[in-house]
Nanobody, 122 residues
Framework: QVQLVESGGGLVQAGGSLRLSCAASGTISGISNMGWFRQAPGMQRELVAFISGLGSTHYLESVKGRFTISRDNAKNSIYLQMNSLKPEDTAVYYC????????????????WGQGTLVTVSS
C-alpha cells in the first residue's frame, strides 16, 4: 500500500511564507509525475504546481513567481515553497503522484494525500 503524507500547512499572515512537504511511503518501485492541488471552500480542486519525473515544472498562472515546486527522488518527496502568500491562496492543499507499487500492477496509479490546510490572513 502506498501513501502520500503532507505536512507544513498552517496559518500565516499575508506576505508570509510556508513550505509544504509530501512524502510517499510504502513498497514503491517508481514514481512518475507529482504535483500539488488545492481546493478552497465552494471551489473546484485546481492544479497549483506540477513536476515531472524528469524535473520539468508547470505552475498555475496566479502562483508563478511566488511558489516553487521541487523534488527529492531519493526521499520520494516533493516540496512546495510558497512565498508572498495572499488570502486567496487559502485552501486545503493536496499532494498527488503517479506511483507504481512493488507487486502491484505494472502501471502508474494515481495516489492522493489527505490534504493540509493553508490559511492566509489579511
Amino acid at each position: 500500500q502506498v501513501q502520500l503524507v503532507e505536512s507544513g500547512g498552517g496559518l500565516v499572515q499575508a506576505g508570509g511564507s510556508l513550505r509544504l512537504s509530501c512524502a510517499a511511503s510504502g513498497t514503491i518501485s517508481g514514481i512518475s509525475n507529482m504535483g500539488w492541488f488545492r481546493q478552497a471552500p465552494g471551489m473546484q480542486r485546481e492544479l497549483v504546481a506540477f513536476i515531472s519525473g524528469l524535473g520539468s515544472t508547470h505552475y498555475l498562472e496566479s502562483v508563478k513567481g511566488r511558489f516553487t515546486i521541487s523534488r527529492d527522488n531519493a526521499k520520494n518527496s516533493i516540496y512546495l515553497q510558497m512565498n508572498s502568500l495572499k488570502p486567496e491562496d487559502t485552501a486545503v492543499y493536496y499532494c498527488n503522484a503517479g506511483v507504481k507499487a512493488i507487486g502491484g500492477p505494472n502501471r502508474y496509479l494515481e495516489v492522493w494525500g489527505q490534504g493540509t490546510l493553508v490559511t492566509v490572513s489579511s
